[in-house]
Every structure is written in structure tokens, then in C-alpha cells.
């Protein structure tokens, strides 16, 4: 959700107040450190630049913030129950464990129980909200650079293992004696609509897609598969052109992207890649309109898959397919910002 710079300003006002009755009322990330706090957290205040505000924690959590060891913003108040603060701790405690529903017998949890109380607290299940918090900690590397020692002592953690082997396991290794091994780059970029991850070899950009996109960490390793890559983050003069091109478009005053892109896919996959590349700014068309452009009428749902495996929003425009019926369809970045996209470029 985009908050508007009022409120921004209004909720700096209330984090410095550090006033009881401002709990509940919003979350502040610190974008140099990673961290997450409750506007009444003791620790020292940082600069309005460096704060970025949320309305839920889902939204918190799911921008790669961990919670802060010192106001436990995820914990109290006090109004969680005991599952879920002893979830919501083995969770801090163990970062970058992949949790499935077995792993409940250890704490005596039913997997339902735990479903059903995160879903209620946090607007997604356990299973969701663990997947975000080992995104988390392998993004707030890329998203800054900043050396892990800084963010792990500003959250009060004694070591930072958990977080370089929740990054390893996101981004992949460089495995020793690996002559034929790809290394690309990863970068963080922030756009109107929230944060997005971007992923680039010396050439060209292979990834951009918003961090809180669902299947991400999937997709992301599908990635590395593919391109036979360990990712680290770092720069590129790609990513220099990607944000001056991002900015313009934002601003509507670009309706083509000219950054060099790659992907790969199999040739159905890179025809309907290609075509959705030529449906105008502005402009929308029908899963079987797209169908019917790559002379393949009777493909439509073949063509919607393959819409949705796209790996580059925006460059390769699939915010731009809609159903027969005008309705929106599906978008892995989430219905209201395809819905946001399309009226900003008619605007535009």
C-alpha cells in the first residue's frame, strides 16, 4: 500500500513522540538496518529519510524487515496468543529453516491452530509468513549493502549465521572448482508501488519483479537453475539505467523501456514474451486477443501461463492482459497494482 507523504510525516511526528497511544496504529522499517519497530521502541530515532512506514505487518514483513530484538514489535502489545508468540519466536530464532506443516509436533502446535491465528494477527498463514521472513533477511543484503554486523547488532543478534545462510540459500553458492558457473548481480530498487528486486548479468536484466510477489524465492531459484548462477548482490551499469527509466516511467513521461533484457523459456514461452512487448502503452488486450497474435487461437490458457511466468514486470508489459469479460485477471504483483498500472498509463 502506498502511504501518502502526509501521513508519512504525520507518523515521523508520532515515532518521535514515542506516545503509548500511537501502538497499533503503524510500523516503521529502518531502511539502513533492516529492522522493524513499534513507534514507542527505545532505541535511538533514525533520520525521516531512512524510515519507511506501514499501516499492517504484513506489509512490514513482507517489505524484508525482521523484527527488532527490543520492542518485539511482532509480540506485543501482549494481545497475541501463546501459539502464536512461540511461533512467531522459533520462527527469530531459526530464520532460515523452510517450515512445513510437520514441524509443528515439535511445539506441540496443530498446523490448523497455527494456520488459522497467523492468518487472523498477520493476513497470512504461518507457512506465508516464515517464506517472507528468510526472503527477508537474503534481501536486506541486496537492498543496501550495508556490512551484516551493522544490522545484526542493531537487531540484538549475537551472530549473523542465520543470516548469510538464509542469503546462501535464496541466492545460491559459487561452488568450488565451477568453471561454467554465471554470476549475476542483484540489486533492490524502491518505485512508487513498493520495493522491487532486480537481477542482471553484464549484459542485460533477467529479473525484476516486486519482493513480495507470491512464489518469488521459487522463482528466483528456477532462475539459478536456469542460468547455471549464483547471485550476489552488488551493481551494474544495467541497474543505473534501469532506475532512470523506472523514475521516467513512474512519472509518465517514458512508454518504452529501452534497458537490454534476456530471458529464458522455452520458444512458445519467448513468442508470447516477444508479443507482449508490442501491445501499446495504454492499450490492453484479451488473453485470447494475445492468443490469437501469435496465430494460435485454441492456445489461450497455454498463453495465460505463460503470461504469468514472465520474470520482467513491467519491461515485458503482462500488467497489459485482462479478461474477455474487461475484468483483470490474475498478476503476480497483485490485482491492485495491475489495477494501478493500467490507469496510470491510460493518464499517461
Not at 520492542?71 to 530464520?95: D, F, G, T, W
Not at 547488532?153 to 542465520?162: K, P, R, T, V
Not at 513468442?271 to 508490442?278: E, I, N, R, S, Y
Request: glycine residues 6%; positive net charge.
Amino acid at each position: 500500500m502506498i502511504i501518502e507523504q502526509s501521513k508519512i510525516d504525520k507518523f515521523y511526528d508520532m515515532l518521535v513522540a514515542k506516545d503509548t497511544r500511537y501502538e497499533g496504529v503503524f510500523y516503521v522499517g529502518v531502511k539502513t538496518t533492516g529492522i522493524l519497530c513499534r513507534p514507542t521502541c527505545p532505541a535511538k530515532k533514525p533520520n525521516k529519510a531512512n524510515c519507511e512506514f506501514f499501516e499492517t505487518a504484513q506489509e512490514a514483513v513482507l517489505a524484508s524487515y525482521r523484527p527488532c530484538k527490543r520492542c518485539q514489535p511482532l509480540s506485543n502489545p501482549s494481545n497475541l496468543s501463546e501459539s502464536v508468540k512461540q511461533l512467531v519466536q522459533a520462527i527469530e530464532e531459526n530464520p532460515e529453516r523452510k517450515w512445513t506443516d510437520k514441524d509443528f509436533d515439535e511445539l506441540s502446535i496443530s498446523a490448523n491452530t497455527a494456520r488459522r491465528q497467523f492468518k487472523k494477527q498477520f493476513g497470512m498463514t504461518f507457512i506465508e509468513y516464515a517464506r517472507a521472513r528468510r526472503l527477508g533477511f537474503a534481501f536486506h543484503h541486496i537492498r543496501n549493502g550495508a556490512p551484516i554486523i551493522d544490522a545484526q547488532l542493531e537487531g540484538g543478534y549475537e551472530s549473523g549465521n542465520g543470516f548469510r545462510d538464509a542469503f546462501t540459500r535464496t541466492m545460491g553458492t559459487i561452488p568450488k572448482n565451477a568453471k561454467s558457473l554465471t554470476i549475476l548481480v542483484s540489486t533492490w530498487i524502491e518505485t512508487p508501488l513498493g520495493s522491487m528486486v532486480a537481477i542482471a548479468n553484464e549484459e542485460a536484466l533477467i529479473l525484476l519483479e516486486f519482493v513480495d510477489r507470491r512464489g518469488l524465492e521459487t522463482e528466483i531459484e528456477t532462475l539459478r537453475k536456469k542460468w547455471h548462477a549464483a547471485i550476489i548482490p552488488g551493481n551494474q551499469a544495467i541497474f543505473s539505467m534501469l532506475r532512470e527509466e523506472l523514475t521516467a516511467y513512474f512519472e509518465g513521461n517514458l512508454k518504452s523501456f529501452q534497458v537490454p533484457i534476456a530471458y529464458k523459456g522455452s520458444d512458445f514461452q519467448q513468442l508470447v514474451w516477444q508479443t507482449l512487448q508490442t501491445i501499446p502503452f495504454g492499450d490492453t488486450v484479451s488473453y485470447s486477443q494475445l492468443a490469437n497474435k501469435i496465430n494460435n487461437s485454441k492456445a489461450f490458457r497455454a498463453v495465460a501461463r505463460a503470461n504469468g511466468a514472465n520474470q520482467l514486470s513491467l519491461i515485458v508489459p503482462c500488467h497489459r492482459v485482462i479478461n474477455s469479460n474487461g475484468e483483470l485477471g490474475g498478476y503476480g504483483g497483485g490485482l491492485a497494482r495491475k489495477e494501478w498500472l493500467l490507469a496510470h498509463e491510460k493518464r499517461s
